[in-house]
């Protein structure tokens, strides 16, 4: 299986169960992979048949700022199924990291992986 990925993609959100963390944009860091043919492409040459990760980074980035969430569970699940839905990819893996937010750790986070491998 070819895998297209996008690592470290930053995007300030709204996010998380205490009143303030609802006043404020958050950093979160992500890191995708996702199942992807490549044989097509790589023979034509031509973008209409790769998956394109500046496509996929504006949805996730629109999806981000237009959404609210109180738990990084709740973002993943349904920016997964948006972008297994969006793009037609059959396999995805998404690493989110929400950093210092608590203060012992550099960051804390989930890695969710959802479609058939």
């Given at each position: 299986?070819?895998?297209?990925?996008?690592?470290?993609?930053?995007?300030?959100?709204?996010?998380?169960?205490?009143?303030?963390?609802?006043?404020?944009?958050?950093?979160?860091?992500?890191?995708?992979?996702?199942?992807?043919?490549?044989?097509?492409?790589?023979?034509?040459?031509?973008?209409?048949?790769?998956?394109?990760?500046?496509?996929?980074?504006?949805?996730?980035?629109?999806?981000?700022?237009?959404?609210?969430?109180?738990?990084?569970?709740?973002?993943?699940?349904?920016?997964?199924?948006?972008?297994?839905?969006?793009?037609?990819?059959?396999?995805?893996?998404?690493?989110?990291?929400?950093?210092?937010v608590v203060p012992q750790a550099r960051a804390v986070g989930l890695m969710i992986e959802r479609g058939i491998s």
């Amino acid at each position: 299986m070819d895998k297209v990925f996008i690592s470290e993609l930053k995007v300030d959100a709204v996010i998380g169960v205490y009143d303030w963390e609802k006043q404020v944009r958050q950093p979160l860091v992500f890191d995708l992979e996702m199942a992807w043919d490549i044989r097509v492409a790589a023979q034509t040459d031509d973008l209409m048949h790769a998956l394109d990760y500046q496509a996929v980074t504006e949805y996730i980035e629109r999806f981000v700022r237009e959404q609210h969430f109180q738990l990084l569970e709740s973002l993943l699940e349904r920016l997964a199924d948006g972008l297994l839905q969006e793009f037609g990819m059959s396999w995805l893996s998404i690493r989110v990291e929400k950093p210092a937010v608590v203060p012992q750790a550099r960051a804390v986070g989930l890695m969710i992986e959802r479609g058939i491998s």
